[in-house]
């Protein structure tokens, strides 16, 4: 990673030292050897260079953290697991309030509840509520942070049965803007719960999180099919038939992606077109063998790994494919249906992608996720049947540029099949409309008024940010 200087808020020796003082966890600044490692994301495409680096060992921490960026004038950035594809969770020249020391979790089994602090990864959360049959839906990468994640919504393997992680949070603690530690449930502060649950990290700092855990586990049907690249317009046609009348234990995608070098595959097939469906059944093994039955029978799979496996195992088997460091960028949308025009338009696209760690993703949507009301939650499109995420991936700079030109195009080419609006987990830095298209306007404007109840001077704008109404 490179390390050329940039400008830095000019802050006074005695301030920074007052600042270390008072945390529990630790300050790192430029002068520190650790300060390369620290102030690395998991998104290798954006490199920045803060001014400092708050460890945070607790709310208190926390609280101190956001106290003296306010007092020094500081950009904040928050980091949790530091996936963001935009690279909100740094910045250059002001301080990254960072949660990922803060790692405790209780899971009650009794109540079905899990209490998780944010630094916590789903692969982590995972191996404590295992322990007890129970899970919540979580990340497609195991090592993507819980909160960030859960506060933009959290699609999942478990969403069509469970629905979205923000649809099974309870309550969070946040510290505001100005410094206050609030609750907010469905009892207290709920206006604020509401905005937690798709309105993202607007609103303050969570520094715990409380889910509704669900039996799950810990042997569940899952895995992939791999079929070769040149059927990938008759699969995306079986795929829009065979979803209509999928069980809401079933969740499923596509991916239009190139072959990796890895040893479930023929090594003949390495390095060329393929298309994935991933799946797991949250429910019984002999029904989730009847769900997939008819994907499994369109014949000559390259490679067939769906079967009983640990849900932590399905939780991370996609792991390999998003090691840190690599250039990401997503491009995404939701999609009305699966016309053929939308289909001839991936397929032709996935031909010529620049890139062999670029992939085209269309997620089944529906089930619990459609069930839960519209305004229940700031969450946006509920009702599209799928959502198309365009991943453009490289694994250092060379060629990232015409990855996300590529992915760019795309996205205009299919924009006919587009309702417009966005998932906001998935957008990257592409400015106020995309984030108000992500919303809906009866959202927003909802979204808006809490953003000026809670942070009025946009403390908190390294995210999809939602302006405050003075701004």
């Known amino acids: 990673m490179t390390t050329e200087a940039v400008t830095h808020t000019t802050l006074g020796d005695g301030s920074i030292a007052e600042l270390a003082e008072t945390l529990r966890g630790e300050l790192i600044g430029p002068d520190d050897p650790r300060y390369d490692e ?39 950035a928050v980091r949790g697991g530091g996936h963001s594809i935009p690279g909100f969770s ?26 998780a602090q944010p630094g916590l990864t789903w692969s982590e959360f995972d191996h404590e509520t295992q322990a007890f049959g129970l899970a919540v839906t979580g990340g497609l990468v195991s090592s993507t942070g819980i909160a960030g994640f859960t506060l933009g919504g959290g699609i999942g393997w478990l969403m069509r049965e469970h629905g979205l992680a923000c649809d099974n949070l309870v309550s969070a603690d946040v510290v505001t803007a100005d410094g206050r ?19 993202g990290g607007n609103f303050g700092i969570a520094t715990s999180l409380e889910y509704r855990v669900h039996p799950v586990g810990p042997t569940v049907l899952a895995g992939a099919v791999f079929y070769p690249g040149e059927r990938a317009a008759e699969i995306l046609r079986f795929y829009r038939e065979w979803t209509e009348a999928a069980p809401d234990e079933l969740t499923t ?29 949250a429910g019984p093994l002999q029904d989730g063998e009847r769900a997939v039955r008819a994907l499994r029978e369109l014949g000559d799979p390259v490679a067939d790994l769906i079967g009983p496996m640990p849900y932590t195992a399905m939780q991370s088997l996609l792991d390999p494919l998003w090691a840190p460091g690599a250039h990401n960028y ?53 009702r599209a049947p799928f959502l198309l995420n365009i991943t453009a991936s490289t694994p250092t700079a060379d060629g990232y540029g015409e990855a996300v030109a590529w992915a760019q195009e795309l996205h205009g080419a299919i924009s006919p099949a587009l309702t417009g609006g966005a998932y906001v987990n998935f957008l990257s830095a592409e400015g106020p409309e995309r984030v108000q298209a992500a919303y809906g306007a009866d959202t927003y404007a909802r979204l808006v008024a809490l953003k000026d109840a809670f942070d009025p001077t946009n403390v908190f704008q390294l995210n999809q940010n939602i302006p405050p109404s003075r701004s």
């Open 38 to 76: 620290a102030r690395a994301i998991w998104n290798g495409a954006h490199d920045r260079r803060p001014t400092l680096i708050a460890r945070c060992a607790g709310v208190a921490d926390v609280t101190r953290a956001v106290e003296f960026a306010r007092s020094e004038d500081l950009v904040v």
């Open 90 to 115: 740094t910045c250059d020249g002001g301080i990254v309030i960072d949660l990922s020391p803060m790692r405790g979790i209780r899971v009650d089994p009794e109540t079905r509840t899990a209490r």
């Open 330 to 382: 997503f491009k995404a949308g939701w999609l009305r249906g699966l016309d053929d025009e939308a289909i001839e338009t991936l397929v032709r696209y996935h031909r010529n992608v620049t890139s062999p760690t670029t992939e085209i993703h269309v997620h089944h949507m529906g089930g619990a996720v459609a069930r839960v009301p519209a305004d229940a939650t700031a969450f946006g499109d509920r």
């Open 181 to 199: 530690l609030v609750h907010a449930s469905a009892d207290e502060n709920a206006e604020l719960f509401w905005g937690l649950r798709g309105g």
């Open 253 to 281: 995608l596509v991916s239009l992606a190139t072959a990796p070098p890895a040893p479930f595959l023929p090594e003949e097939w390495h390095g060329r077109p393929v298309v994935v469906i991933p799946a797991l059944y």
